[in-house]
């Protein structure tokens, strides 16, 4: 393929009015492939907003079912559920009991909006007073003996009804282990979304506020992967393919677009791409100051996504893009 010469050739003359361009777009970004991410927290009429999030709010349970009826409204398809229990311990006991905040949230989501698609993030570090991703061993992360307690999470929510469980541990052998654990419980329905790719990012900085899950000590590097690394990225996709990952998802998602790109040419699954916390909040605090277009910003980022190659896109912005933020 190439390009004709000028003077035969003009690029300007696609480019003359909103109607020319539209009609040979490239890339379009449909609300169909969006999800929300919610945070739920244990009480009733709670909706406690995040500092460092603006526009994004810890919700109870009820408030949760009421956001969801909003989101079903306006075309959003999915939501992506993070719990934060009553109660932390070492263990993560709030994440593996069946009438934990998520699977009551499920429940609840199910009855009142039965058509939303419910993800459900399967990861300890919510629940765990520590804060990491798995039970400690001397000091780390011991991979083993977390991937029980994954498996007993996912398990739980997918009992509550989840369609979709996406482990965000990144340990070792996990998707494996909730497969495994789904298929014997006769859950060979329900899919997984893994965060294959997933790097050991800044970019998290205001997700653990939201989340109230920062570690306590150390940092997560022992388990996520080092940001300066692509060929890993495709190695950690086609573990989590060959252990029964329906979709791979990579995170965060405008640093590693080089990521998603190789991912999908590479494999040709299902590709979510996370725009996370401070992919989010860089926006709102710039727009707050009037330095950037908010909508424009916005709808530029994900249309860069989606160039790159993601089927799925995981925002905080999208409600706002489903409610018409966007302007032509
Ligand atoms: C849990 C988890 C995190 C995110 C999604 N699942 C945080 C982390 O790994 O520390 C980040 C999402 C965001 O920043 O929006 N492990």
């Given at each position: 393929?190439?390009?004709?010469?000028?003077?035969?050739?003009?690029?300007r003359r696609l480019r003359r009015t909103d109607a020319l361009r539209r009609l040979v777009r490239e890339t379009r970004l449909s609300v169909e492939q969006l999800v929300q991410p919610l945070f739920v927290v244990p009480g009733r009429g709670v909706e406690r907003s995040v500092g460092s999030m603006p526009g994004v709010a810890q919700l109870s349970v009820d408030r949760t079912v009421e956001e969801c009826r909003r989101l079903a409204d306006v075309g959003v398809p999915a939501v992506l559920l993070f719990g934060i229990p009553e109660r932390k311990d070492a263990r993560a006991s709030g994440a593996t009991?069946?009438?934990?905040?998520?699977?009551?949230?499920l429940r609840a989501i199910r009855e009142a909006v039965p058509g939303l698609l419910l993800l459900t993030d399967v990861c300890l570090c919510e629940y765990t007073d520590h804060g990491h991703c798995g039970v400690i061993r001397d000091g780390d992360v011991d991979n083993d003996p977390t991937l029980d307690l994954l498996a007993a999470e996912a398990l739980a929510h997918a009992r509550a009804g989840a369609d979709i469980v996406a482990p965000s541990d990144m340990m070792d052998g996990r998707v494996g282990a909730i497969r495994r654990a789904l298929d014997a419980a006769g859950l060979t329905h329900v899919a997984i979304m893994s965060y294959a790719a997933k790097l050991a990012s800044a970019f998290y900085g205001p997700f653990r506020e939201a989340a109230e899950s920062a570690p306590q000590?150390?940092?997560?590097?022992?388990?996520?992967?080092?940001?300066?690394?692509?060929?890993?990225?495709?190695r950690e996709v086609a573990l989590d393919i060959e252990e029964g990952a329906d979709i791979v998802m990579v995170k965060p998602a405008m640093p590693c677009l080089d990521i998603i790109r190789r991912v999908k040419a590479r494999f040709g699954y299902p590709v979510a791409a996370y725009q996370v916390s401070g992919e989010y909040a860089m926006v709102k605090a710039a727009a707050a100051r009037g330095w950037l277009d908010e909508a424009q910003v916005?709808?530029?980022?994900?249309?860069?996504?989606?160039?790159?190659?993601?089927?799925?896109?995981?925002?905080?912005?999208?409600?706002?893009?489903?409610?018409?933020?966007?302007?032509?």
């Open positions: 393929m190439s390009a004709g010469r000028f003077p035969a050739y003009r690029s009991d069946p009438d934990g905040i998520i699977p009551s949230a000590f150390g940092n997560r590097r022992s388990y996520q992967m080092d940001a300066a690394n692509g060929d890993e990225a495709l916005v709808e530029e980022s994900l249309l860069a996504i989606r160039r790159a190659g993601a089927d799925v896109i995981i925002t905080y912005f999208a409600r706002d893009v489903a409610r018409g933020l966007r302007r032509p």
